[in-house]
C-alpha cells in the first residue's frame, strides 16, 4: 500500500479591478479526501498588488484571506460552513465568484504529507 494520497489544490488569486484580469496569487488550498484534510495559507505581497492597483482595499483583501484560513479551519472560524467536512468546506471554497479574491483552476498531485505540501505549493506558487 502507497504511503502517498491524491491531493487537490486551487491558487487563491487577488483581482483588484475584475475589468483588467490581472492578479496576484495570495495563497493555495489543499485537500486531501483520503487523510480528510483541507488548509489553507496565505501570503499577501502588498506591494506586487499595489502595484496592480494602487487603491486596492488592503484591510478588506487581508480579510477575506483570513476568512479562506478560518473557513479551512473548520471549528468557530468556520461560520456556518464549521458542521461541514473537509471535502464540502474545500468545494464551497473553489467555487467560482466574482469576487476580488478568487479561486484558480483545480489542479491534482500525490503527497504523504498533506500538511507539508501546502507550505511547499505556498512557497513555491505564491511567495
Known amino acids: 500500500m502507497s504511503d502517498r494520497h491524491v491531493f487537490e489544490y486551487a491558487l487563491m488569486r487577488v483581482v483588484p479591478r475584475i475589468e483588467r484580469g490581472e492578479c496576484v496569487n495570495a495563497g493555495v488550498l489543499v485537500y486531501c479526501r483520503r487523510k480528510s484534510f483541507v488548509a489553507a495559507r496565505t501570503h499577501l505581497d502588498e506591494a506586487r498588488l499595489l502595484a496592480l492597483d494602487p487603491t486596492a482595499d488592503l484591510p478588506g483583501v487581508r480579510a477575506a484571506l483570513r476568512a479562506v484560513e478560518g473557513v479551512c479551519a473548520g471549528g468557530d472560524a468556520a461560520g456556518q ?15 467560482p465568484r466574482s469576487t476580488i479574491v478568487q479561486p484558480g483552476p483545480v489542479h491534482t498531485g500525490l503527497t504523504a504529507d498533506p500538511a507539508a505540501e501546502t507550505d511547499r505549493l505556498l512557497d513555491l506558487l505564491v511567495r
Open 81 to 95: 460552513a464549521a458542521g461541514d467536512d473537509a471535502g464540502r468546506r474545500f468545494r464551497w471554497l473553489i467555487a
